[in-house]
């Protein structure tokens, strides 16, 4: 099985960019889920770049091949996108993983 | 309106078994994987594993294979997650999640087992 690394932690100032990346990709889509504490994850990026319905354009996803790596940006922080937030991807059989898990912060 | 609605929180012995159900409404629950994650406490999100609501098909996370049961009863619209014999380190809240197409889009909100001499 393969493991995704990610930062433990990343912080910026409301109206900045922060980046968060996830390393150890299979090759396969990566999705960016933001779970604040006591709830459920919810997703901010599925089929590494793509948005669902209701995620700001502020959520962006980016893949470097070169060093097999995915990120999460988020531009034009706002308070409501702290939080931990998760990569996660899958094998070929359908096995899944989640990342490490990056706490953001905004000062 | 998709939903899946969890079943409540648990206080259990160690060697105790448990079922824990979540329940899909909505939409067509049958053409749909259903996954079920753990949290430990202060920590991040585990994948345990898969299972399709049509024809059962499974898949399991090493790292819980043999240590964990995952069904469904399509006819309810319900999947499980059981264990024979709970230890300490089964203390976690349990999610399970929706995996339409290439993520897990719903999620339920959570079943906290809590596992306690």
């Known amino acids: 099985n393969f493991m995704l690394t990610q930062p433990h932690s990343v912080s910026g ?12 990709s299979s090759g396969n889509y990566v999705q960016w889920y933001h779970q604040r504490p006591g709830s459920a994850p919810t997703t901010v990026i599925y089929e590494d770049n793509q948005r669902p319905s209701g995620v700001p354009d502020r959520f962006s996803g980016s893949i470097d091949s070169s060093s097999n790596s995915v990120s999460l940006i988020i531009s034009g922080l706002k308070t409501e996108d702290e939080g931990d937030y998760y990569c996660q991807s899958s094998d070929s059989s359908n096995h899944f993983v989640f990342g490490t898990g990056t706490k953001v912060t905004v000062l | 309106e998709v939903q899946l609605v969890q079943s409540g929180a648990e206080v259990k012995k160690p060697g105790e078994s448990l079922k824990i159900s979540c329940k899909g409404s909505g939409y067509n629950f ?25 024809d059962s098909d499974t898949r399991y996370s090493p790292s819980f294979e043999g240590q964990v049961t995952i069904s469904v009863d399509k006819f309810i619209s319900t999947a499980y997650l059981q264990w024979s014999s709970l230890k300490a380190s089964d203390t976690a809240m349990y999610y399970c999640a929706r995996h339409g197409g290439s993520y897990f889009s719903y999620w339920g909100q959570g079943t906290m087992v809590t596992v306690s001499a």
Do not use: K, N
């Open chain 2, 30 to 54: 049958m053409s749909y994987w259903i996954g079920w994650v753990r949290q430990m406490p202060g920590r991040g999100l585990e994948w345990i594993g898969i299972i399709y609501a049509d």
């Open chain 1, 13 to 24: 100032s409301p109206g900045e960019t922060v980046t968060i990346s996830c390393t150890g």
